[in-house]
Structures are given as structure tokens and as C-alpha cells.
């Protein structure tokens, strides 16, 4: 590997040891706070470099499936220290968070920047994944929305909102299960990629399974320090986790999905940033709810009525933008104004 690469590890494990340090030695918990965030970027980032070498030997799809679902491993952390803490607040503002961000702001700045990189300033790229993703979204919004009506009226349905999730939950995970299959047969009608790995498939492996054990330490450190920190300054606990934490658990997205359209890789962009955003919807919120049932705080898909409007909003805007394949500048503006309006509202909340 290149010098540049081993520094980027070297500084990773630093920041992992300095916040496991400031944790245990019972440091201010603005400090952990800091240290624990720079590590999940560092954590993530050797993430998605490995995941990128081992990308070199398969298509888009499976490259971008594995981007995702290794990306979210921290924010998958997040949520189950969160819930064992009794955070439920912080837990489910963390998956939306997530969400929102994938979906608003990350790929917005990836529009702009593939749009503006493209000679006649338009993005594009396979429509087929943009709309799988609307729809799964829209699936899981239905569940929701569902929920958020029951509960307003104050219906039979609404005494029973659990039941409800688990049900949900594990119709979200089949359907997901159902495009997660055909969508990885898609890579076979792709040519195979021209990159060369710059490290062997074994180096891989071994710092993802590094990275993804630091990350649950890491992911501990950065939820019991969140809280003090957050109050320290004076931000919102829903505020910290829609997009504190939505932004820190997504670092991997963050800078992946809009490097690469910049290099005019626009399905692999997509690819990673959406499948990201269909995989937290159908597979990561489902599938901690059911984690959920192991622990006294529980997680449902009931949500306040603000975030239901903001999911559903959500997965109309991305239908609309994306689902012709593709994007302009004006697009991608459009879809971060609309995180930035979320964001600041959840700040008053």
C-alpha cells in the first residue's frame, strides 16, 4: 500500500486509542465526544477503502451493496448502544438521520458535483436502482404514515403499535431480501471492472474485520459521551441525532458516493449512496426493531408526526429527481436545501 494509505491507518488507530483513552480515564465528555467522531471517520474510511479493493473484482451492484452494508456498520453500533442506554431518542434519530442524510444531502452534493464534472452538466446514470429505492422507501413511508394516522385517532390499531412493527419490520426484510437478490444478478449484465486492486483480498478482509470491531467499541465510546457533550454546547438531543450522528455514522457515504462523481463513476456513486439510503430503510430500521424486543427499550416504527411528513417528502423528491436517470445541479441543490430546512427545524424541536 501506498505511504499516504498507511498514515491514513496509522492516524485511524491513533484517534481510536486517544478516544478509548479519554473514555476509560473519565475525560470530559465534550473531548470523548471528539475523539470518538474522528475515529468513526477513520474507522469508515478504512471501511470504504477496502471495500473499494475488493470492489475492483466485481460489478457496481455488488460493490456498492458492500460499501453500504460495511459503511453502516457504525451506525448499527450507534443504535444498539443507544437503545441499551435507553436513548431512544438518540437511536431513532440516528437511523433517520441516516437516512435523510444518504438520501438529501449526500447525494445532492453528489449530483452537483457529477453534474458539474459532466461536459454538458447533467449526471447520469441506470435509472433501475433510483427506483427500486423510491419504492422501498415509499413501502417502509406506508408502514409509517399507517402508524402515525392510527395513532393520531387514537384507533383499535393504535393500542397495538408493537405487534404492528414486528409484523412490519419482517415484511420490510422479505421484500428487501426479494430486491437484494435480483438486484445483485443485475451486475451480470455489466462489464467487469477495469481496476487493479492495490492490495490483496486477505489484507481486506483483515482490515474490515479491524475496522468493524473498532467500530463497536468506538460506537459505545460515542454514545455515552454524546449526551454531556450535546448539553455541554447546547444542542437538542433530536437535533444530535438527525444530524450529529447522521452525519458521523455515514462518513463512508459522505465522501465515497461524492469522490466518486467527481471521478465521472456515476452508477458506482449511486450505487454506493443508494443503496446505502434502501438498505437503513428496508433492512437496518426492520431489522433493530426486532434486535429491539431483546432489550427494555424498544424501538417501533411509530414516529412524530414531522418525521413521518419528512420521510414520505423524502422518498417523492427522490422519485421525482432520480427516477429518469438523470440529474442537474439545480437538483442536487435542491435535494440539500431541503436536508438544511429538516436540519433546522429539528433544532427548535
Not at 99 to 116: K, S, T
Request: aromatic share 8%.
Amino acid at each position: 500500500m501506498q505511504r499516504r494509505t498507511w498514515a491514513l491507518i496509522g492516524l485511524t488507530a491513533a484517534a481510536t486509542a486517544a478516544a478509548g483513552v479519554a473514555h476509560y480515564a473519565g475525560a470530559p465528555a465534550l473531548l470523548t465526544f471528539v475523539m470518538a467522531t474522528l475515529a468513526l471517520a477513520g474507522l469508515a474510511w478504512i471501511v470504504s477503502f477496502s471495500t473499494e479493493q475488493v470492489g475492483e473484482r466485481f460489478g457496481p451492484a455488488v460493490t456498492g451493496l458492500l460499501q453500504s452494508t460495511l459503511g453502516n456498520l457504525p451506525e448499527f453500533f450507534i443504535v444498539i448502544f443507544a437503545l441499551s442506554a435507553g436513548e431512544l431518542v438518540v437511536a431513532r434519530t440516528a437511523i433517520l438521520g441516516s437516512i435523510f442524510a444518504n438520501a438529501l444531502l449526500v447525494l445532492g452534493l453528489a449530483i452537483v458535483v457529477g453534474a458539474l464534472a459532466s461536459p454538458d452538466r447533467v449526471m447520469r446514470f441506470h435509472p433501475r436502482l433510483p427506483k427500486d429505492n423510491a419504492i422501498l422507501m415509499l413501502l417502509a413511508s406506508f408502514l409509517i404514515v399507517i402508524l402515525g394516522l392510527s395513532a393520531a385517532t387514537g384507533d383499535k390499531a393504535s393500542h397495538h403499535v408493537k405487534a404492528i412493527s414486528i409484523i412490519g419490520a419482517v415484511a420490510l426484510l422479505v421484500t428487501y431480501g426479494v430486491w437484494l437478490v435480483d438486484y445483485i444478478r443485475s451486475d451480470a449484465g455489466h462489464d467487469p471492472p477495469h481496476g487493479t486492486p492495490r492490495v490483496s483480498m486477505s489484507v481486506s478482509i483483515a482490515l474490515l474485520a479491524i475496522a468493524g470491531v473498532g467500530a463497536a467499541f468506538v460506537a459505545d465510546w460515542f454514545v455515552t459521551a454524546l449526551t454531556p457533550a450535546m448539553e455541554r454546547i447546547g444542542v437538542p438531543k433530536a437535533f444530535a441525532g438527525l444530524v450529529v450522528v447522521g452525519i458521523a455514522g455515514n462518513a463512508v457515504e459522505n465522501t465515497t458516493g461524492v469522490v466518486l462523481a467527481y471521478k465521472g463513476q456515476a452508477d458506482l456513486a449511486i450505487s454506493v449512496i443508494k443503496n446505502s439510503v434502501a438498505q437503513i430503510t428496508a433492512f437496518l430500521f426492520p431489522a433493530l426493531v426486532l434486535v429491539s424486543l431483546a432489550f427494555t427499550t424498544q424501538l417501533t416504527f411509530a414516529l412524530a408526526p414531522v418525521y413521518i411528513g419528512a420521510l414520505f417528502l423524502t422518498a417523492m423528491a427522490l422519485w421525482l429527481i432520480t427516477s429518469d436517470g438523470e440529474a442537474t445541479v439545480f437538483e442536487g441543490v435542491a435535494l440539500i436545501a431541503l436536508y438544511i430546512i429538516l436540519a433546522v427545524l429539528t433544532f427548535y424541536e
